[in-house]
């Protein structure tokens, strides 16, 4: 059963709303996916807070970070179905609600262990809510708005990117070392609470019907549990002492990914609408675009990891700075972001590539910047290295994500946007604990002076990031071809 085909008429009008509301709702979708990002952002510099105030184990912290993470990536898919067949309305209010209130939940707990209980339930809520403003946005506008209105996502994604760790710190300072984390949490309330009054007058209430008419439990279940076992390896890795029996997960994870294929394709062939349209699979925008998302997020964010540590633990910054330190690049990354999507029209998946041709210069010069230059110096060539990135990166996700979605149906807007989100959650799962391995393995091996050590270990993590970005930039040269033959 192949999904309903775009129809001309309707592409032309989105939706009968005036212009000025579209874009009141669509804001409203932008400041409520910002939450997500300064909480996802800024939690991993309240990580050393959070253990003083809780006496938590790093095992428990860990946990704390992979726990939302898989919470996340769990609910992507079914959030973005529901939204798709009944009302991203309902599912955005439902996902937005569940939010504040787990982030309350977190502010409030008195132990590491309900801390991550809160965790879980938070990661879920921003798993339904994230897929419904994109298909909110995929919905409000027509293929002459939609680059716009994702360059402007990027730029939110940008500026949420740089606010969190700085904003974080800002917190911690401002609430006490032990319960300056509580904070961080608590502001998720008040801003949530003004997201949802806000989202309950403007976001539309019809939306184009969907072909469904029943929820694939079962397709729902085997992509739950291959997402699950493929994700679980990837986001408990520590370093030392690690249980390499981990990576037989990975197994099951195969396994359980090949039944939902079989699964989707049998159910879809007896005249029911399955989980996930595997016809999606079919355009070749989507797939290439999905693709250069996967690899793009499992090479670039691993880089900020290896940056604030060895300015950290390598150079000894405090943490406020070493966070600074990669503000050049979310600030640089969404004013590219918002010329990317006035210029993606003009240039399609030329602008992108050229992106990733820049994002990797920047990562070769990370790593020179880092190691060649005297070390009470070499934030400050980090920082440039990285305001250049940033302009690659704004290049790479605004375009790509409006030319992924350009000819998906908005009827599957939710779900399709779901899919290119859990493919950048598992990208980035597994480019940080590779990248993580190797240069902890590096750092800790003991044949060296100290910062000898942690110069072999940010040569290691760069080379490894860097041969991503060029995978990505191999996959964005295949697309560019193929849509040059057409």
């Known amino acids: 059963m192949a999904f309903p085909k775009k129809n001309p008429a309707t592409e032309a009008d989105p939706d009968e709303l005036p212009d000025s509301l579209r874009w009141r709702a669509f804001w409203v979708c932008i400041a409520a996916g910002a939450l997500t990002i300064l909480d996802l952002s800024g939690v991993n510099v309240a990580l050393p807070s959070i253990q003083k105030g809780l006496s938590a184990s790093s095992a428990q912290l860990q946990l704390v970070v992979a726990g939302y993470a898989l919470a996340f990536g769990l609910a992507l898919v079914p959030a973005g179905r529901l939204g798709d067949m009944l009302s991203r309305r309902t599912?955005?209010?439902?996902?937005?609600?569940?939010?504040?209130?787990?982030?309350?939940?977190?502010?409030?707990?008195?132990?590491?262990?309900?801390?991550?209980?809160?965790?879980?339930?938070?990661?879920?809520?921003?798993?339904?809510?994230?897929?419904?403003?994109?298909?909110?946005?995929?919905?409000?506008?027509?293929?002459?708005?939609?680059?716009?209105?994702?360059?402007?996502?990027?730029?939110?994604?940008?500026?949420?990117?740089?606010?969190?760790?700085?904003?974080?710190?800002?917190?911690?300072?401002?609430?006490?070392?032990?319960?300056?984390?509580?904070?961080?949490?608590?502001?998720?309330?008040?801003?949530?609470?003004?997201?949802?009054?806000?989202?309950?007058?403007?976001?539309?209430?019809?939306?184009?019907?969907?072909?469904?008419?029943?929820?694939?439990?079962?397709?729902?279940?085997?992509?739950?549990?291959?997402?699950?076992?493929?994700?679980?390896?990837?986001?408990?890795?520590?370093?030392?002492?690690?249980?390499?029996?981990?990576?037989?997960?990975?197994?099951?994870?195969?396994?359980?990914?090949?039944?939902?294929?079989?699964?989707?394709?049998?159910?879809?062939?007896?005249?029911?609408?399955?989980?996930v349209h595997l016809d999606l699979f079919r355009l070749v925008s989507y797939r290439n675009g999905t693709?250069?998302?996967?690899?793009?997020?499992?090479?670039?964010?691993?880089?900020?990891?290896?940056?604030?540590?060895?300015?950290?633990?390598?150079?000894?910054?405090?943490?406020?700075?070493?966070?600074?330190?990669?503000?050049?690049?979310?600030?640089?990354?969404?004013?590219?972001?918002?010329?990317?999507?006035?210029?993606?029209?003009?240039?399609?998946?030329?602008?992108?590539?050229?992106?990733?041709?820049?994002?990797?210069l920047a990562v070769a010069g990370l790593a020179a910047a880092a190691t060649l230059t005297p070390p009470q110096l070499s934030e400050w060539p980090m920082a440039a290295a990285l305001l250049v990135g940033g302009v690659g990166g704004g290049l790479v996700i605004s375009p790509n994500q409006t030319l992924t979605l350009a000819d998906v149906p908005r009827e599957e807007g939710s779900v399709a946007g779901s899919i290119q989100q859990l493919g950048q959650r598992l990208g980035t799962a597994v480019g940080l604990a590779a990248i993580s391995a190797v240069f902890f393995h590096d750092v800790h091996s003991g044949q060296h002076a100290p910062i000898t050590q942690y110069h072999k270990g940010v040569l290691a993590g760069f080379a490894i990031s860097f041969g991503l970005v060029m995978l990505t930039l191999v996959v964005g040269l295949i697309d560019l071809r193929q849509r040059v033959k057409r």
């Not at 760790?165 to 008040?190: K, Y």
């Not at 549990?225 to 390499?244: I, N, R, W, Y």
């Open 91 to 275: 599912m955005f209010l439902i996902g937005l609600s569940a939010f504040a209130l787990a982030s309350a939940a977190c502010a409030l707990v008195q132990s590491d262990v309900w801390l991550t209980v809160a965790r879980l339930l938070q990661g879920a809520a921003a798993g339904m809510l994230m897929p419904q403003v994109l298909g909110l946005i995929q919905q409000l506008f027509g293929p002459e708005d939609r680059p716009k209105a994702f360059g402007l996502f990027g730029a939110m994604v940008g500026v949420a990117t740089a606010i969190g760790p700085t904003l974080c710190g800002l917190l911690i300072a401002a609430g006490g070392e032990a319960d300056g984390w509580r904070l961080l949490f608590w502001l998720n309330v008040p801003c949530g609470a003004a997201a949802l009054l806000f989202a309950l007058r403007l976001l539309p209430r019809k939306q184009h019907p969907s072909s469904d008419t029943q929820l694939d439990f079962v397709g729902i279940g085997l992509l739950g549990a291959a997402v699950f076992c493929l994700m679980l390896p990837f986001l408990l890795t520590s370093g030392e002492g690690d249980d390499p029996l981990r990576w037989l997960w990975l197994i099951g994870g195969v396994a359980f990914g090949a039944a939902f294929v079989f699964w989707e394709r049998a159910y879809a062939a007896r005249g029911k609408s399955p989980v």
């Open 291 to 360: 693709a250069i998302a996967a690899l793009y997020f499992a090479g670039m964010p691993a880089t900020f990891l290896v940056t604030t540590l060895y300015l950290q633990e390598g150079l000894g910054a405090a943490p406020l700075l070493a966070a600074l330190a990669t503000v050049p690049f979310a600030l640089s990354s969404a004013v590219a972001a918002w010329y990317g999507g006035k210029l993606v029209e003009r240039f399609g998946r030329s602008l992108v590539v050229v992106g990733i041709g820049i994002v990797a």
